[in-house]
C-alpha cells in the first residue's frame, strides 16, 4: 500500500478517535449537568398580615404551623370602643333623618326656608358618612383568612396591644408550590414551557413529577443563567415550602 495512503488512513483514525473521546466527554459533562440542577420550594402565595387599628388582641388561634380555611378567624381585637362609636353613629344618623323629615313638613306649611332643608339632608350625609367609618372600624376588629393556608410565623401574641401597620401573622398557601431553579441560559435552546422534569426533595429522599411553568425574562450577564419557575403535578403534603432538592431534566430533544 503507498506510503501516502497509510498515512492519510492513519490520520482518519486518530482523527475518529479524538471526536469519539470529546463526544463522550460532551455527553457525561451533559448528563452530569443536567441531573445537578438545584432547586428551592417556594409559595406561590404569602402574605405578612399587619394591624389597621390601634387595638388589643382578644384571640389569636392559630400557631406557627398550623392549618386553617379560607374565611376562619386568623386574628380578632377587642372592639367594644369601636363598637360602642358604631351605636352612636347609628343613633346620630337616625337623630339627622327625623329631623329632616320634619324639616320637609315645615317646608310644606311654608314655615322653613330652603336652604334650611337643604342643610339638614347634609347634615343626614354627614351622619350617614360618619355611620361607614365606624362599621368599617368594626370590620376591621376580625382578620379572616384570605385563603387555605397555613401559619408562618405569629408575630404576635394574645392580649398584646398592637399599633397600626404592626406585622401581626405571615402566612402561605399551601395548596400551590413552585420550584425555583437556575439553569444555564444555554437551554434556553431546548428548554420551554410545559417541558417534564423529576424533582428530588433532599429532606424526604423522594421524587415528584414537575413542570415548567415560567422561564425568566433575563440573562444574569455575569454567571449566563436564567431563572426558571417549575410546579408540581400533583399536590403532595409531605412537600413544604423551603425545602431543596435536585431537578432532573431528560435528555433535550
Not at 460532551?26 to 402574605?47: C, F, H, M, Q, Y
Not at 355611620?131 to 404576635?156: F, H, M, S, T, W
Not at 413542570?211 to 431563572?227: E, F, H, M, N, Y
Amino acid at each position: 500500500m503507498n506510503k501516502n495512503i497509510r498515512r492519510i488512513l492513519v490520520l482518519y483514525f486518530i482523527t475518529g478517535c479524538f471526536f469519539a473521546l470529546h463526544a463522550a466527554s460532551v455527553s457525561d459533562e451533559w448528563d452530569r449537568d443536567i441531573n445537578n440542577i438545584r432547586g428551592l420550594v417556594k409559595p406561590v402565595t404569602s402574605a405578612t398580615i399587619s394591624s389597621e387599628l390601634p387595638a388589643r388582641i382578644i384571640k389569636l388561634p392559630y400557631n406557627m404551623g398550623d392549618s386553617f380555611s379560607k374565611g376562619k378567624t386568623l386574628v380578632q381585637f377587642d372592639c367594644s370602643l369601636h363598637n360602642a362609636e358604631l351605636s352612636a353613629a347609628k343613633a346620630e344618623l337616625e337623630a339627622e333623618q327625623k329631623k329632616h323629615e320634619n324639616n320637609l313638613q315645615l317646608l310644606d306649611l311654608n314655615a322653613i326656608s330652603k336652604i334650611e332643608v337643604d342643610i339638614s339632608a347634609a347634615n343626614v350625609k354627614k351622619a350617614d358618612a360618619e355611620k361607614q367609618i365606624a362599621n368599617v372600624r368594626v370590620k376591621r376588629c376580625l382578620i379572616r383568612a384570605p385563603y387555605d393556608g397555613r401559619v408562618i410565623e405569629a408575630l404576635v401574641n394574645e392580649h398584646e396591644s398592637v399599633s397600626p401597620d404592626q406585622p401581626l401573622i405571615s402566612i402561605l398557601s399551601d395548596k400551590k408550590l413552585e420550584i425555583e431553579l437556575i439553569v444555564p441560559s444555554a437551554w434556553l435552546t431546548w428548554l420551554k414551557k410545559d417541558i417534564e422534569f423529576q424533582f428530588l426533595i433532599d429532606e424526604t429522599g423522594r421524587s415528584h413529577n414537575a413542570k415548567v411553568a415560567q422561564l425568566g425574562a433575563s440573562v444574569d450577564p455575569v454567571s449566563q443563567t436564567i431563572r426558571v419557575k417549575g410546579i408540581f403535578e400533583s399536590n403532595s403534603g409531605e412537600v413544604l415550602s423551603g425545602m431543596s432538592g435536585t431537578a432532573k431534566f431528560g435528555a433535550p430533544r
